[in-house]
């Protein structure tokens, strides 16, 4: 009898076999929480959704989401093809814009003078801000399901799975601000057990807003349910749609205005934002100071009143919007 194994042999495949379209096809399949987690645990990161083509000025930024560590804002650009001059200028741009820790290139290949880019940016630079630059391919064996994988062509000096576990795990500094941003969330998302679990899983934020679920997704779109604190002494729960399908998702959803706001037992605010990006709000009533903690626990006490009840109606209404994978209306 043998003792031979049989082996089976790794096959290269075409990436656009699985993603023809880079925006329609690769970007949402890399927003999904499963392939994040992938991406996330081959560099170290621990690496949380926010929004998919998240507007800066004209432009828009493929994926934007968090480092759940540290809280640090993560932008991720991609290519599914070789690395090109355009797309550095974006990933500059788009990292000033946003402000982010982290900065992810993927591509098909790397183009050595982009690798080299990369890593000067990574010596220049100072701790905080982080380059990476990372292929993505496809493998399969024999008639196998393809398989993604991400090898790292560029990364931070000296940068390992410890390295990135010891710099996130250190407590940030915060501003005054950031600091009461902070407590007012932690105190909230305390007060979320056994009311609105999806919220009470989440980290606080340091910002002037606090996520707390993806209520729905489809080609080309997503819907987030956020509350922030907002310019004019105003405190707001909002269904945010982003993806260059937004339009089309929230012209559907508004058909169901009646409905929706029926559910929730209040009028909403339906305002288009510049770019991609649309916004369904509920605002608390009355002057909301986020400064004044007399007023946290009235404010506290509404966002747990409807939070859950908005991000369920819209989760419901959500399933019924339907976009084919071309980006048009079904």
Known sequence: MSSVV?????????????????????????AEEDNLALLGSILGLQLELEAVEKQVGPFAADILAKECSGGGWVLIENQIEVTDHSHLGQILTYAAGLDVSVIIWIARDFREQHRAALDFLNRVTDEDHLFFGVRVELLKIGESSFAPNFPVVAKPNDWSKQTAAAKFAAEESLSPTQALYREFWTQLISKASGVYPALAARKPYKGNWQTAERVGSGPGFAVDSNACFVSGNKL?????????????????????????????????????????????????????????????????????????????AFGAYVTKIKIKNDGVDA
Do not use: C
């Open 6 to 30: 049989d082996l089976g042999r790794l096959e290269p495949v075409e990436l656009r076999q699985a993603w023809p379209d880079e925006a329609k096809n690769f970007t949402p399949w890399l």
């Open 236 to 312: 707001r729960i909002e269904a945010y749609i982003s993806g260059t399908a937004a339009p089309l998702a929230f012209d559907q959803l508004l058909a169901f205005k009646h409905e929706i706001e029926s559910e929730i037992d209040h009028g909403l605010s339906w305002a288009t934002l510049q770019g991609h990006e649309k916004r369904i709000a509920l605002y608390m009533p009355g002057i909301q100071k986020k400064a004044d903690k007399a007023q946290w626990g009235e404010q506290q006490a509404w966002l747990l009143a409807n939070w859950r009840k908005m991000a369920d």
